[in-house]
């Protein structure tokens, strides 16, 4: 057995400790809530300390840092997984009540379950879900490609009209400000196509100035979106990083305690 | 001849078509498309996880080296501890598997946002004015006036006065340039998926139907 | 007059659709053929790959799904064609749990049919999809093998020729992030940042705006920002290969370029629909002061 300090150090902090706390969590309620916060504490503290201690325990090979790193990522898999539990819970009840548009949780729960399914049975074959040796696709993929790849791509799609419908109805230059987003607007749309070439094509002697124009125009666009774009792009990253950067002290300390059901903290 | 669609592009084809049809009026083969896609979306989901992270980081190293791996059965327990909070009453035990899920990834989460960008920015808008020729005023200068501008309209913690509302106000324009900028290019994303769409259709699907290659 | 502007500001949005869908589904029938034109940010992209000597190592991560692939698939297929015609090695991943592992797969399959001569194992890998985005590249910054213990097929890593000589992200040239959405800013904000790897980004058209503060910052190499990113790096290849010159004027298949007549005319189908808007607006709301002066 492989007992590198790294993995028993975080067996201790996030397998035993935890185990502890639930044992004493049935006897003490004032502990459901502490417990978790303190083991939290440990697994937000660990990345952040391991770019200021380059230490072997901590961040080298065998160290904390990197073993977290990859249990985590499994950990993210099953979190990824949570909200289906929610989906099926909610879609069995309109079935089974015959609850308003039931037949659409029925669809839903058709596709979830011959997807997942053929996704489970790829893993327990050991087929995958890509293709097979012989370069044939399984039938998760063949799924994934006529049924997934359309239907997210359409529902996607429909926004392209409703985005043309709302530069028509809602895009007004009622003051200043919506002035300038109107004319940034007109100007990055017309500067990121060859609009000029199109428009004089049927003029073939205008062309070669239509060309020249659509340069300046070009550049012109590159300049808005580097310099006026890019700095108020800056300005909003700066400004949301250092929220988070706070938030994260915040859930890290145990102030926050929202996303455990514990209330908003203070 | 070019060969006729397959079954697959009928399908894709059909499900795309009920899809566009909720632009005319919501219908029913729209829900149905609708209800299919987040079905098939969150069966994808399954598929995936479990095949590409679950199998080969946690299942596979398990069953075929467990000496070098036995410390992956904790995050193995802790994502079944996850599914705790759906049992009622002792839904409290959840809490440590979230609590070590959401402290690890905000705790990434803070050395990338300081790291990667509080401080690249910060260091980019912080740029020397000295020469005044057109690149200076046109790039350097409009550049720092707009940082400070946009922070200043977002510093909440102060009430403002007459200069910083001033200078908020010039904020905003720079932060109209960005949301109008924003607006076209959304446009050009939006189309290039209606691009897609109307491409498989009429060249995977209604040309091959009609007998053109 | 009041009349018309009313009708004309009420009417039925459908109108509007179809113009929009005539405005797409013409070009595509009846291609035009307009030129495209480079940016610095792309070309210094290309020239960065451009530049890298063979058996050097990319990393193409596939971080978008179905919902933006026009845009970001001819990106993903131009980069990797350049990088298999200068035979650099191309360990192709997915970060994006929507349809990035698909999207990967029917790209490397497509591209790779067309060189025949490249082979998998030695010249590029498909290591698959991920969960953990963040996590993932932590892990990559120093050892791969932590987050990705096998390929796409569950072979291990050991077993696969070309990865004996790739530990960690350290040794990559390049990781050229084709991303909607976070996951291309963690690359650039986490990755690069903390592992030095150097990044392109291809990103939607919808994200582009924000890469242009990274991109000023220095924290990227180059940039392809949505399908007109796309159809500069088709020209950019078509212009140094030959053979991929031949190869974008002749398919069959989508390209960005094809895609750019089309994005054309919408552009100008809204630009009018602007100005329409807004010039009935007005005379409406000059109407309005009018009637209230009297």
Known sequence: MNFEFGRVALVVLFALLPIVGIALGFFVPALRARGPLFVAFFAGIIPILSLYIPRQFLSGETGMRPRLDQWLIIVYGFALLLGIVNVIQNGTRKIARREKGWPYSAVLMTGLFITGGLGIWGAVSGQGITTLPDGSGTPFKWIADHFFLPLQATIFALLAFFMASAAFRAFRARNTEATILLAAGILVMAGRVPLLEFLAAPFPPLQPAAAGASQGLGKLTEWIMQTPNGAAQSGIIIGAALGAASMAIRVILGIERGYLGLGGGE | MTPMPDIGTWVAALLTLFALSFLYKDNPLFRFTESMFAGVSLGYYVGTTLNQTLVPNLIKPLTHDFNQNWDLLVPGLLGLLLYMRYVPKTGWVARYALGIYVAYYIGLDFTRRIHGEVLPQLGRAIVPLSKLDSHTIFYSLVFAVGVFSVLIYFFFSKEQDAVTRRIARVGTWFLMVSFGAAFGFTVMGRVALLIGRLNFLILDWIYPLIGIR | ?294
Request: glycine fraction near 10%; charged fraction near 20%; include cysteine.
């Open chain 3, 1 to 294: 007059m009041a009349g018309f502007v009313d009708k004309l500001l009420n009417l039925d949005r459908r109108w509007l659709f179809l113009l929009v869908f005539i405005g797409v589904a013409v070009p595509i029938i009846l291609p035009i053929g307009l030129p495209v034109t480079t940016t610095g940010s792309t070309r210094s992209a290309f020239e960065y790959i451009e530049a890298l000597k063979p058996g050097d190592y990319v990393i193409i991560s596939f971080d978008y799904g179905p919902s933006s692939a026009p845009e970001n698939d001819p990106m993903a297929e131009g980069i990797m064609r350049q990088c298999f015609l200068k035979r650099i090695r191309v360990v192709i991943l997915a970060l994006y749990q929507l349809g990035g592992l698909q999207l990967a797969s029917n790209s490397i399959a497509k591209v790779s049919a067309e060189f025949p001569n490249l082979k998998y194992g030695e010249d590029y890998v498909n290591l698959g999809y991920k969960d953990g985005a963040a996590a993932v590249m932590k892990r990559m910054g120093d050892d791969i093998v932590g987050a990705f213990p096998a390929d796409v097929r569950g072979t291990p890593l050991a077993q696969i020729p070309m990865m004996k000589g790739l530990r960690s992200l350290r040794q990559v040239s390049v990781v050229v992030t084709v991303a909607t959405g976070l996951i291309g800013e963690y690359w650039i904000t986490q990755a690069h940042q903390q592992s030095g790897v150097p990044v392109i980004v291809g990103p939607t058209a919808v994200g582009a705006p924000k890469y242009y503060a990274y991109l000023n910052a220095g924290q990227l190499v180059g940039m392809l920002g949505g399908m007109k990113g796309a159809a500069e790096y088709e020209k950019l290849l078509a212009a140094r290969y030959p053979e991929l010159g031949r190869f974008y004027r002749s398919t069959r298949a989508f390209t960005a370029t094809k895609g750019m007549d089309a994005q054309t005319v919408i552009h100008f189908i809204i630009i009018l629909f602007i100005l329409i808007g807004n010039v009935a607006f007005m005379s409406r709301r000059a109407a309005q002061k009018k009637a209230a002066a009297r």
